[in-house]
Structures are given as structure tokens and as C-alpha cells.
């Protein structure tokens, strides 16, 4: 059993930047998979970022121009998986999960949440025109 907290989100203006931040506790693995997805208000749940280790790279979605303003980073030794957001714009405005996978995902798996065995509560991210 893995436990997933989110932190970080918050109000910002478009074009500013924040850096979500996700712990996950409980069973030390040494292969897994983390991923970022986001809802907006009356839309889908979408993919947003993914790492995978060992050796699996990072992988970013391909909507919303996400690949180059925002960059998905693990630190191993703190559990904990971040989602550095530049550049927001008002389109970016979701609750940010952050999911969890102990085992390494192949990479067509990393962008359906279906895939993933644990979710964080979410955290709210406004960015404001």
C-alpha cells in the first residue's frame, strides 16, 4: 500500500510558474512509475507528465504545449516525484493528481490513469488572466 500527497498548488497570474510537489510513502520499490495528470472544471481527467525508472526517462503530453513549460523531475532519497510549471496560462487551471505505480509502466501505459494502483487527493492549481 502506497500513500501519494500532493503540494503545491495555489493561485498565480499567467506566466508565472509553480512547482507541485508529490511524496509517496510506504513500500520502497526499485522500479516504478509516477505520473502527473490534471482535471479542469467539466473536462476529462488528461496526462500530463510521467517518470519512469530505472533507466525509462521522463515523458510529457503533447497537449496544451505542456512539453517545454513544464519538466517532471524524481529525487529518489525524499520518495518524492515534482512537476515544474513556467509559463502558466489560464488553460492550465486544474486539480493536479499525482499517481503512483510500482512497477515500471512500458511506455505506451504511462499516459491512461487506468494504470496507475495509486492517486494523491489532488492539488488546485488557478491561474488567473
Known amino acids: 500500500q502506497l500513500q501519494v500527497v500532493e503540494s503545491g498548488g495555489g493561485l498565480v497570474q499567467a506566466g508565472g510558474s509553480l512547482t507541485l510537489s508529490c511524496v509517496v510513502s510506504?513500500?520502497?520499490?526499485?522500479?516504478?512509475?509516477r505520473g502527473w495528470f490534471r482535471q479542469a472544471p467539466g473536462k476529462e481527467r488528461e496526462f500530463v507528465a510521467a517518470?519512469?525508472?530505472?533507466?525509462?526517462?521522463?515523458?510529457?503530453s503533447d497537449r496544451g504545449a505542456v512539453k517545454g513549460r513544464f519538466t517532471i523531475s524524481r529525487d529518489s532519497a525524499k520518495n518524492t516525484v515534482y512537476l515544474q510549471m513556467n509559463s502558466l496560462r489560464p488553460e492550465d487551471t486544474a486539480v493536479y493528481y499525482c499517481?503512483?505505480?510500482?512497477?515500471?509502466?512500458?511506455?505506451?501505459?504511462?499516459?491512461?490513469?487506468?494504470?496507475?494502483?495509486?492517486w494523491g487527493q489532488g492539488t488546485q492549481v488557478t491561474v488567473s488572466s
Open positions: 499517481a503512483a505505480k510500482n512497477s515500471r509502466l512500458i511506455l505506451s501505459s504511462v499516459w491512461s490513469g487506468e494504470n496507475y494502483d495509486y
Open positions: 510506504g513500500r520502497t520499490v526499485s522500479a516504478g512509475t
Open positions: 517518470v519512469r525508472w530505472p533507466s525509462g526517462g521522463t515523458h510529457y
